[in-house]
C-alpha cells in the first residue's frame, strides 16, 4: 500500500468505537493526572499501561497512551494556573503569566487560551510527525544491526547527557540500566547471569515493575510524605470565573502560537531535548518578537500561548525518532518505547514496511486526540480542575494499589510485585545520590535490542568489534552522538540559567500581586 | 532547630557505585560463567563487563570532580522531612511482605488505613473510601482484566 492509502485506511481504523473511547478515557485520565500537582505525564502512562494489556490490537494501546499524554500535557497547565504549582514540569513556564492573569480574575480566559494553544501545537506536531516520519524512515531503512546499536548508543547517549545535573551520573545511571537488563538467563547463549543463586532472578527484572517503580511509586510516596510534612496543606486554588477568551483574542495570539509551535517543534524532534527545554526557549523568544514584552509575567496571552503550545507540539515531533528510528526523545517518549516492546511492536524504519498500516493508525490516532483535546477541554476543564483540591490522601491509596496490581499483571507473577519494592528502596538510594533514575529505565528498554543488534553484528563480522568504527553510518552516528551529547549539554545549561534568571524574575512579580491582592 | 546534614551527592555516588561495580566484577566470572561451546556469538560477559567497567570510570571521575576540583552537588538531608518517606517506603515493604502471607485485601486495608492514620486523616469516610478502593482494585483486576491478585487468607471466598 502507498502512503496515502495507509493513511486512508489508518483514519478508518482510529474511527473505531473501541479507538474513540480510549483515546477519550486517556486523554481524561491524562487531564486528570496532569493537573494534580507533583504527579506527572510519566506516571499517567505507566499506570495506564497495565490497564492496555487487554487490547488485543496493539495499536489501540499505544493511541491509548498517547492520548494520556495529550491530555497530561494539557493538564499540566491547569495547576499552574489556578495553584500558581504546574502539573507537570513542562507546564513550569505557564505559571509565569498564567498565575496571574488568574490573580485578575481571568481564569477561565487563562485556562482557555492554554486550550486554544495545546490544541493548536498538538495538531501541528501530530501533523508533522504524519508528513515526515515515512520519509525518514525510508533513509533509515538501510540500516543494518551495527547502525542500530550505535543508534542505541546515541539514545542512551543522549538521554543520560540531558537528565539530571550531571553527565557521569547520567552515563552511570544508562549503564546500570543496561546492567540490570543483563540479569537473567541469556537468551542467545543461555547462561545464567548475575542470579546469584536467587531463583525468581532467573527470569530477569522485567520493565514494568523498573518503571513503575523508579518512576510511578517514588513520586507517589514522595509528594504523600511531603503532604505529610505540609500537615496537609493544599493551597489555594482560585475559582474559575465565566470570561473566556473571545475570537479577537484567539486571532491576537495566533503568530505567537504559530511561532512558538514551529520552534518546538523543530527542537522536539532532536532527541534528548523534549518538552521541559521547548517551552523556556519559545516563552522567551515570544517575548523578544512581542509587541507588548511589558506584559510578560503579568498575565500576558501570549506568554500562556507560547508556553502551552510548545509544549504540546512536543507530543508529535518527540515521536518522530521514536517510530522512524526507536531512539526517545525525551523521559516520556522512553516510556512510551517500552510500551511499543511490551505489545509486541519494534519502532524503527521496519515498522513503516512491515507494520505499516498499525504505525499510520498509531500517528493517525496522535493527531485525532489532539483534535478532540479542545472540545474535551471546554467540556470537562471545569470538572478536572477540582482534582487539585481533592486532598492527596484521597488519591494516593488508589494510586499505590494500582502500581502493584499493575506491576502483578505484567507477568501474573509475585516477584514483580517484590522487585517493585526492591526497587522502590533503590529509588529512595538513587535520590540521595541525586541520580535520575530516566536513562536507566532507557537502559533497561534499550539492553535488549542493543545486545541482540550486537550479537548479530559480532556473528556477522566474525567479531570484529571495531566495526562500529568502520561502517561509514555507524561511525558518523557514533561521531554525532559525541558532538550532540557536548552541544546538548551547553543548550540545557544556557536554558537552565536563562529558566532560573526568569524564575526569580516571575517569582518576585508574583509576590507582588499577591502581596496587592492581600492589601485589596 | 532542624538538623541539617549536607550529603556530597558527587561523592557518595562516585564511592558507592564505584564499590559496587568493582565487587560486581569480581563476581563475573562466577556469575557470568562461558558457554560450554562456541556457537560464534560473542561472550555473555562483554556487555555486562563494558556496564562495570564503565561505571567505574564514571565513579572515578565524580570522586575526582568532588576531591580534586571540588565540584559538588549537595544534598540536604533533614530527617523530620525524609522520615516520612523512610516510614512509608518501609509501609511499602510491609504491604509486599502482607501479599504473600495474607493476601491482597487484608494486606492492603491494614496498610492503607494505617497510612491513613499515619497521614492525621482521623474521618471514619476516608477509612470506609480506602477499605472500598483496596476492594474495588481487586475485582477491577480480577473481572475486568482477567488477573487474580494473590487473595491469600480470603482465597476460600473468592
Same mark, same amino acid.
Given at each position: ?7 486512508? %485506511? ?76 504546574? !502539573? ?16 485578575? !480574575? ?9 486550550l486554544f494553544a495545546s490544541s493548536f501545537g498538538g495538531i501541528v506536531g501530530a501533523l508533522l510527525l504524519l508528513l515526515l516520519a515515512a520519509p525518514i524512515a525510508v533513509l533509515v531503512a538501510k540500516f543494518t ?137 519559545? #516563552? ?75 504505525? #499510520? ?32 490522601? #484521597? ?26 519494592? %526492591? ?10 545520590? +541525586? ?69 526569580? +524574575? ?8 499577591? %502581596? ?5 | ?13 562516585? =564511592? ?29 560477559? =562483554?556487555?555486562?563487563? =563494558? ?11 565524580? @570522586? ?12 540536604? $538531608? ?25 493476601? $491482597?485485601?487484608?494486606?492492603?486495608? @491494614? ?19 480506602? =477499605? ?27
Amino acid at each position: 500500500m502507498g502512503y496515502f492509502a495507509n493513511v486512508g %485506511a489508518a483514519f478508518a481504523a482510529v474511527f473505531t468505537p473501541v479507538n474513540l473511547m480510549f483515546i477519550f478515557g486517556g486523554m481524561v485520565m491524562g487531564m486528570i493526572i496532569g493537573c494534580i500537582p507533583g504527579l506527572s505525564v510519566t506516571l499517567g502512562i505507566i499506570l495506564f499501561l497495565p490497564l492496555t494489556y487487554g487490547i488485543k490490537d496493539a495499536s489501540t494501546a499505544i493511541i491509548a497512551l498517547l492520548a494520556v499524554y495529550v491530555g497530561g500535557m494539557y493538564g499540566g497547565s491547569i495547576s499552574a494556573i489556578t495553584l500558581n504549582t504546574p !502539573g507537570t514540569n513542562s507546564a513550569i513556564a505557564t505559571t509565569f503569566d498564567g498565575y496571574p492573569l488568574a490573580k485578575k !480574575g481571568r481564569v477561565l480566559q487563562a485556562l482557555d487560551t492554554s486550550l486554544f494553544a495545546s490544541s493548536f501545537g498538538g495538531i501541528v506536531g501530530a501533523l508533522l510527525l504524519l508528513l515526515l516520519a515515512a520519509p525518514i524512515a525510508v533513509l533509515v531503512a538501510k540500516f543494518t544491526s551495527v547502525e542500530y546499536f550505535s543508534m542505541a548508543i546515541l539514545g542512551i547517549s543522549l538521554l543520560a547527557g540531558v537528565s539530571g545535573n550531571s553527565l557521569p551520573k547520567g552515563i552511570m545511571s544508562g549503564l546500570f540500566g543496561i546492567l540490570l537488563a543483563s540479569v537473567g538467563v541469556d537468551s542467545v547463549t543461555g547462561v545464567a547471569r548475575f542470579t546469584f543463586g536467587i531463583s525468581i532472578l532467573q527470569f530477569g527484572i522485567d520493565m514494568l515493575p523498573a518503571m513503575i517503580a523508579l518512576v510511578a511509586l517514588k513520586q507517589v510516596v514522595g509528594k504523600l510524605a511531603e503532604y505529610k510534612v505540609k500537615g496537609g496543606d493544599m493551597g489555594d486554588a482560585t475559582a474559575i470565573d465565566k470570561r473566556g477568551l473571545s475570537i479577537k483574542e484567539a486571532v491576537s495570539i495566533l503568530p505567537t502560537t504559530l511561532l512558538s509551535t514551529m520552534i518546538a517543534s523543530f527542537i522536539g524532534a532532536m532527541p534528548g531535548v523534549g518538552g521541559g527545554v521547548a517551552q523556556f526557549l519559545c #516563552y522567551n523568544q515570544a517575548k523578544q518578537i512581542s509587541k507588548h514584552p511589558e506584559k510578560f509575567g503579568k498575565g500576558s496571552l501570549e506568554g500562556i500561548a507560547a508556553a502551552e503550545s510548545s509544549n504540546n507540539a512536543v507530543v508529535g515531533s518527540a515521536m518522530i525518532p521514536l517510530m522512524t528510528m526507536g531512539i526517545p526523545g525525551d523521559g516520556v517518549t522512553a516510556l512510551l518505547l517500552g510500551a511499543f516492546i511490551l505489545h509486541g511492536m519494534q519502532p524503527g524504519p521496519n515498522m513503516f514496511t512491515k507494520q505499516a498500516l498499525q504505525a #499510520y493508525t498509531i500517528i493517525v490516532g496522535c493527531l485525532v486526540a489532539n483534535l478532540f483535546l479542545w472540545p474535551l477541554g471546554k467540556v470537562l476543564t471545569r470538572l478536572v480542575a477540582k482534582v487539585v483540591q481533592v486532598r492527596y490522601t #484521597y488519591l494516593a491509596p488508589a494510586i499505590i494499589l494500582f502500581c502493584f496490581a499493575g506491576a502483578f499483571a505484567g507477568t501474573g507473577n509475585f516477584k514483580e510485585i517484590i522487585f517493585c519494592a %526492591a526497587l522502590l528502596v533503590f529509588s529512595y538510594l538513587l535520590k540521595l545520590m +541525586e541520580i535520575d533514575a530516566i536513562p536507566m529505565l532507557l537502559g533497561l528498554i534499550l539492553a535488549d535490542i542493543m545486545e541482540s543488534n550486537f550479537v548479530t553484528a559480532m556473528m556477522s563480522y566474525n567479531r570484529d568489534y571495531l566495526i562500529f568504527f568502520k561502517r561509514p553510518i555507524s561511525l558518523i552516528i557514533l561521531i554525532i552522538t559525541v558532538l550532540l551529547v557536548g552541544s546538548m549539554i551547553r543548550i540545557n545549561k544556557k536554558v537552565d540559567a536563562l529558566n532560573a534568571k526568569q524564575e526569580e +524574575e516571575i517569582s518576585k512579580m508574583h509576590e507582588e500581586i499577591d %502581596a496587592s491582592a492581600a492589601n485589596v | 532547630m532542624k538538623k541539617v546534614i549536607k550529603i556530597k551527592t558527587n561523592l557518595l555516588a562516585g =564511592i558507592v557505585m564505584g564499590v559496587f561495580s568493582i565487587l560486581m566484577m569480581f563476581a563475573i566470572p562466577s556469575q557470568v560463567r562461558l558457554p560450554m561451546w562456541d556457537s560464534g556469538a560473542p561472550s555473555p560477559r =562483554i556487555i555486562p563487563g =563494558i556496564c562495570l567497567v564503565g561505571m567505574l570510570i564514571c565513579s572515578l571521575v565524580l @570522586l575526582f570532580q568532588s576531591l580534586v576540583l571540588k565540584k559538588e552537588h549537595v544534598y540536604e $538531608f533533614v530527617w523530620e522531612n525524609e522520615r516520612p518517606e523512610l516510614i512509608l517506603i518501609l509501609a511499602m515493604i510491609l504491604f509486599v511482605i502482607g501479599i504473600h502471607f495474607l493476601g $491482597f485485601i487484608p494486606s492492603g486495608i @491494614l496498610v492503607f488505613c494505617w497510612m491513613q492514620w499515619f497521614e492525621g486523616e482521623r474521618k471514619p469516610a476516608i477509612y470506609i473510601y480506602t =477499605i472500598a478502593m483496596v476492594i474495588i482494585v481487586f475485582f477491577l483486576f480480577k473481572n475486568v482484566f482477567h488477573i487474580s491478585l494473590p487473595a491469600g487468607l480470603l482465597e476460600f471466598i473468592m
